[in-house]
């Protein structure tokens, strides 16, 4: 640095007290979320630039985009999503010494243009009536209105609060949850014939035809003395059929929440690598960075549906309702 009496002096590439150039520090947070573990951090920038990250810089690094998580995560949901799925993962947390489960609560939706859109993330206890709840008012408060099917696995918590806040919703129990629910009634040497009964069940032409079959399978199950599966069967097939209602080129993505799972199961092999979090907020804020970075990939930027034709179908039912 040139040694000048009077005038300071300060370089245009790197500012004053500036350790780190801001590119580097946002690299090292992409690492974090894309699902390197803060080891893997500390050994990369060793092999790169010689010189070891400590794990508090990373953390210090990663609470600059805490804020930016949570404006975007309690940001306005923009538009009328018809199509929402439902879902929640159990993570461990350290609590008092223990270490417990806690919930994160995650909602998906298709808009009317036919793109996905993660419409929010929540920390709950667990999965139960307080916790749905809690996520239900808070998707409410945020704008999420104009939903006409949401798809979930049979939770009683949720299934009655979603009676509280979209009572006008149709609700759409995910079929691949609904046969393993019947398979444990099953001897395992007879689940491969069960599920080929089952799945008939949805490969029918409409809904009435659904209904007809699935009484069938429930009298096949009883001769086969497989009661218990087939009061499973009678109970449940109704609340698999919502899906029908709406158009057939849609059937196959609306009957299971497998677009959600498929999230979930990234989100469960970046959480693996921590382990136990400190607290639910650090576990929360890692399951909404790493949504924020999948909305902002090809997955939300990919046209998922056609919603051409349910749009007809809601203008048929609302002229019909006016004549």
Not at 53 to 81: C, F, H, M
Not at 204 to 217: C, R
Not at 279 to 287: I, N
Request: hydrophobic share 40%; with cysteine.
């Amino acid at each position: 640095m040139p040694k000048l009496r009077s005038l300071p002096f300060e370089t245009e590439i790197i500012k004053r007290y500036q350790r780190r150039e801001s590119s580097v520090e946002e690299a090292l947070m992409e690492m974090y979320l894309a699902g390197v573990s803060v080891r893997r951090v500390e050994d990369i920038t060793q092999a790169l630039w010689g010189t070891r990250v400590k794990p508090s810089t990373v953390s210090e690094l990663n609470q600059k985009i805490y804020d930016r998580i949570e404006e975007w995560r309690n940001a306005p949901i923009q538009g009328k999503p018809p199509y929402v799925y439902l879902d929640g993962i159990a993570l461990k947390r350290s609590w008092g010494g223990e270490v417990r489960d806690v919930a994160v609560l995650v909602a998906v939706g298709v808009n009317h243009e036919g793109f996905r859109d993660i419409l929010g993330v929540c920390e709950g206890a667990k999965e139960d009536k307080a916790g749905w709840t809690k996520f239900l008012r808070h998707l409410k408060e945020r704008g999420l209105q104009g939903v006409e099917l949401i798809v979930s696995d049979k939770c009683l918590g949720l299934v009655e609060s979603l009676a509280e806040f979209y009572p006008e919703a149709r609700w759409q129990r995910c079929v691949v949850h609904w046969y393993r629910n019947v398979f444990s009634d099953v001897p395992k040497a007879k689940v491969k014939e069960v599920a080929a009964m089952l799945k008939a069940i949805h490969a029918q032409e409409d809904g009435e035809a659904a209904l007809v079959k699935a009484e069938a399978v429930a009298q096949k199950l009883e001769s086969m003395r497989l009661g218990k599966a087939a009061k499973t069967v009678r109970e449940g097939y109704e609340e698999t059929l919502r899906y029908m209602h709406f158009p057939p080129e849609h059937w196959r993505s609306l009957r299971t929440n497998n677009p959600l799972e498929r999230i979930m199961r990234e989100i469960r092999r970046r959480t693996r690598v921590v382990g136990s979090f400190p607290d639910g907020r650090s576990a929360l804020m890692l399951v909404a960075a790493r949504l924020r970075h999948i909305a902002g990939t090809k997955w939300g930027l990919r046209r998922y549906m056609n919603m051409d034709r349910l749009k007809e179908q809601d203008k048929d039912e609302s002229a019909a309702l006016a004549g």
